[in-house]
């Protein structure tokens, strides 16, 4: 069956004239003896919850998540054993395959202190030590007993084995299955392009296909290897998972805050979460070790079984809510400040790209956060978000509108993120008020409005002083609450600036790009007669009060009412 997979291998590398057919080859008796040996599964249903799971950094039939560029395997190998273990309660195991080289990467190991923390032994990860990089020689080269003794360290039941030995790899796997309480590592000793003429144990090999004019040679010389054609199928899983229901989480009773209290947008957003577990058990809340300050630890204290603490270890978090996530077996909501979130951003992005349910939370957002160190400003997160496919993102400003918010993002498919806000703001809107994804609020109009203002979070807030301040003044201006950033309710946006002489003003607690500003740009690129004025965060903040930070840095209302009136002078 290896060699089987080699030839595959070598023949689809070449009608790609791309892949790695070394790399394949050196891990061919693993795969053999997992798939037909190891592994239970239903070969003609993949999506069966009852199934193993197999993780590896490509996205193929049977495999789990499109891990993109290498070493984040392991963390969502983590979040499907946690989910076996502790929520479905189930018989199926977890099996990643990890390359030396991706093993030197940081979260590696945050997955490797995740799953001996939480005893995760229904996990078992392989290293397939074949000594080559993209490269050249990696640093440990075939020092299995370094690895081995790392693994250790780090809690996991360790074995090392010659990968290419088909009898001591079952052998192996058969002992991995009497651990008890702890993850089992299995160090294979493998070579790059191993069974492959002239080109095993080779450099300069990494991402080449076998040439044409050499792959039928090298495919007979495989197949003469080949002893019997006997079909082999795996054995069945153990159907013990249980059915569940991820879809449709209905708000079964309205908000209950009232126009005019002063509630955070982080706090309503904990808030929110624990009223959703009561409604939904399959809804779980991820926290890097930040449950204090995001108001998760609510959550926390009303479902703590379904409470995920992931330390400090952002990219390990997003890789471990990712794993929670497939099959549809949990609702997973991961939450940290929100410039902590630029750490795991390559997790992020592959896990929009695999098209993965995943909702994020980011707090501490903007130069508002006051007086917490500037490190802690979220000013880059909403470019950040809007970049990737296939992402929502939610930007509420009360109390009301961001229970609204994490609704939607529950029953939303793909990549969500929800920004939140520190200070206490007005709740604008009614307990009967609905939201919809893609659709902002114009929350105050006249027929005589001069200028369109457009926030979101704090800065509508501040939109709103301006404008009652206006009108004192006999100047009416139009404010748009935004909601969601991604999708953009375009049409309302070019509705109110054509009603308002074309002007509009977008103000935001984020730097200029990528934000609010350009996005509003964007939206009205294709409408001559609107212009559109910035207002934004510019340069490197600094500590200070809420108040004193949005006029020092140009966006509070006060500096919303001169620009109203420099552009009606123009």
Same mark, same amino acid.
């Given at each position: 069956?290896?060699?089987?997979?080699?030839?595959?291998?070598?023949?689809?590398?070449?009608?790609?004239?791309?892949?790695?057919?070394?790399?394949?080859?050196?891990?061919?008796?693993?795969?053999?003896?997992?798939?037909?040996?190891?592994?239970?599964?239903?070969?003609?249903?993949?999506?069966?919850?009852?199934?193993?799971?197999?993780?590896?950094?490509?996205?193929?039939?049977?495999?789990?998540?499109?891990?993109?560029?290498?070493?984040?395997?392991?963390?969502?190998?983590?979040?499907?054993?946690?989910?076996?273990?502790?929520?479905?309660?189930?018989?199926?195991?977890?099996?990643?395959?990890?390359?030396?080289?991706?093993?030197?990467?940081?979260?590696?190991?945050?997955?490797?202190?995740?799953?001996?923390?939480?005893?995760?032994?229904?996990?078992?990860?392989?290293?397939?030590?074949? $000594?080559?990089?993209?490269?050249?020689?990696?640093?440990?080269?075939?020092?299995?007993?370094?690895?081995?003794?790392?693994?250790?360290?780090?809690?996991?039941?360790?074995?090392?084995?010659?990968?290419?030995?088909?009898?001591?790899?079952?052998?192996?796997?058969?002992?991995?299955? $009497?651990?008890?309480?702890?993850?089992?590592?299995?160090?294979?000793?493998?070579?790059?392009?191993?069974?492959?003429?002239?080109?095993?144990?080779?450099?300069?090999?990494?991402?080449?296909?076998?040439?044409?004019?050499?792959?039928?040679?090298?495919?007979?010389?495989?197949?003469?290897?080949?002893?019997?054609?006997?079909?082999?199928?795996?054995?069945?899983?153990?159907?013990?998972?249980?059915?569940?229901?991820?879809?449709?989480?209905?708000?079964?009773?309205?908000?209950?805050?009232?126009?005019?209290?002063?509630?955070?947008?982080?706090?309503?957003?904990?808030?929110?979460?624990?009223?959703?577990?009561?409604?939904?058990?399959?809804?779980?809340?991820?926290?890097?070790?930040?449950?204090?300050?995001?108001?998760?630890?609510?959550?926390?204290?009303?479902?703590?079984?379904?409470?995920?603490?992931?330390?400090?270890?952002?990219?390990?978090?997003?890789?471990?809510?990712?794993?929670?996530?497939?099959?549809?077996?949990?609702?997973?909501?991961?939450?940290?400040?929100?410039?902590?979130?630029?750490?795991?951003?390559?997790?992020?992005?592959?896990?929009?790209?695999?098209?993965?349910?995943?909702? /994020?939370?980011?707090?501490?957002?903007?130069?508002?956060?006051?007086?917490?160190?500037?490190?802690?400003?979220?000013?880059?997160?909403?470019?950040?978000?809007?970049?990737?496919?296939?992402?929502?993102?939610?930007?509420?400003?009360?109390?009301?509108?961001?229970?609204?918010?994490?609704?939607?993002?529950?029953?939303?498919?793909?990549?969500?993120?929800? $920004?939140?806000?520190?200070?206490?703001?007005?709740?604008?809107?009614?307990?009967?008020?609905?939201?919809?994804?893609?659709?902002?609020?114009?929350?105050?109009?006249?027929?005589?409005?001069?200028?369109?203002?457009?926030?979101?979070?704090?800065?509508?807030?501040?939109?709103?002083?301006?404008?009652?301040?206006?009108?004192?003044?006999?100047?009416?201006?139009?404010?748009?609450?935004?909601?969601?950033?991604?999708?953009?309710?375009?049409?309302?946006?070019?509705?109110?600036?054509?009603?308002?002489?074309?002007?509009?003003?977008?103000?935001?607690?984020?730097?200029?790009?990528?934000?609010?500003?350009?996005?509003?740009?964007?939206?009205?690129?294709?409408?001559?007669?609107?212009?559109?004025?910035?207002?934004?965060?510019?340069?490197?903040?600094?500590?200070?009060?809420?108040?004193?930070?949005?006029?020092?840095?140009?966006?509070?209302?006060?500096?919303?009412?001169?620009?109203?009136?420099?552009? /009606?002078?123009?």
């Amino acid at each position: 069956m290896a060699n089987r997979m080699r030839i595959h291998c070598i023949r689809a590398t070449c009608a790609l004239s791309s892949g790695h057919p070394t790399s394949c080859s050196s891990a061919a008796e693993i795969m053999a003896v997992l798939f037909f040996h190891v592994m239970r599964y239903k070969q003609t249903n993949p999506e069966n919850p009852s199934n193993d799971r197999f993780i590896l950094y490509k996205r193929l039939p049977l495999l789990d998540i499109a891990t993109g560029w290498l070493a984040q395997g392991l963390g969502a190998a983590c979040g499907m054993a946690y989910t076996g273990k502790y929520f479905d309660k189930a018989s199926y195991r977890v099996f990643c395959l990890v390359g030396d080289g991706e093993s030197v990467e940081g979260s590696v190991w945050e997955a490797l202190s995740f799953a001996s923390h939480y005893n995760l032994d229904n996990l078992v990860a392989i290293f397939d030590v074949n $000594r080559l990089g993209y490269s050249g020689t990696l640093a440990l080269e075939h020092c299995i007993d370094i690895y081995q003794k790392r693994c250790e360290a780090f809690g996991w039941s360790t074995f090392t084995v010659d990968g290419s030995d088909v009898e001591a790899l079952c052998q192996v796997f058969s002992q991995a299955t $009497r651990v008890r309480n702890r993850p089992i590592a299995i160090v294979a000793k493998t070579f790059k392009g191993r069974g492959i003429s002239s080109v095993e144990e080779a450099e300069n090999w990494y991402g080449k296909p076998m040439p044409k004019e050499r792959a039928d040679v090298i495919i007979k010389l495989i197949e003469s290897q080949i002893q019997t054609n006997r079909t082999i199928e795996p054995k069945p899983p153990i159907e013990d998972a249980p059915q569940i229901n991820v879809s449709h989480i209905e708000m079964i009773y309205p908000p209950s805050y009232n126009i005019g209290e002063k509630v955070a947008t982080w706090k309503a957003c904990g808030l929110a979460l624990v009223k959703m577990g009561y409604i939904n058990d399959r809804v779980i809340v991820l926290d890097s070790d930040t449950r204090n300050s995001t108001f998760s630890e609510i959550f926390k204290k009303e479902h703590p079984e379904r409470f995920i603490e992931c330390f400090v270890a952002e990219q390990n978090m997003v890789s471990v809510a990712l794993g929670c996530t497939t099959h549809g077996r949990t609702i997973a909501f991961a939450s940290t400040f929100a410039a902590f979130l630029t750490r795991a951003f390559d997790q992020i992005r592959m896990g929009a790209i695999s098209q993965s349910n995943i909702n /994020l939370i980011g707090s501490h957002c903007g130069i508002s956060v006051g007086e917490d160190s500037l490190s802690q400003m979220a000013l880059e997160d909403l470019a950040m978000f809007r970049a990737l496919p296939n992402c929502t993102i939610f930007y509420p400003s009360d109390a009301t509108s961001t229970e609204h918010a994490v609704f939607l993002a529950a029953n939303t498919k793909g990549l969500c993120y929800i $920004r939140t806000s520190r200070p206490d703001t007005n709740v604008i809107y009614s307990q009967q008020e609905r939201f919809k994804i893609g659709k902002a609020k114009v929350v105050r109009c006249t027929v005589n409005d001069v200028v369109t203002l457009i926030g979101a979070g704090v800065t509508l807030h501040e939109a709103l002083a301006a404008a009652q301040e206006l009108a004192n003044q006999g100047i009416n201006v139009r404010v748009i609450d935004l909601f969601t950033i991604k999708p953009l309710d375009t049409a309302t946006i070019i509705t109110s600036a054509k009603c308002t002489g074309g002007h509009i003003i977008t103000v935001e607690d984020h730097h200029p790009e990528g934000g609010i500003g350009d996005a509003v740009c964007a939206a009205v690129s294709m409408e001559p007669d609107i212009r559109v004025c910035q207002m934004a965060v510019l340069g490197v903040p600094q500590s200070g009060s809420p108040t004193e930070l949005l006029d020092t840095f140009g966006i509070s209302a006060r500096h919303i009412i001169v620009a109203v009136k420099c552009i /009606l002078m123009h």
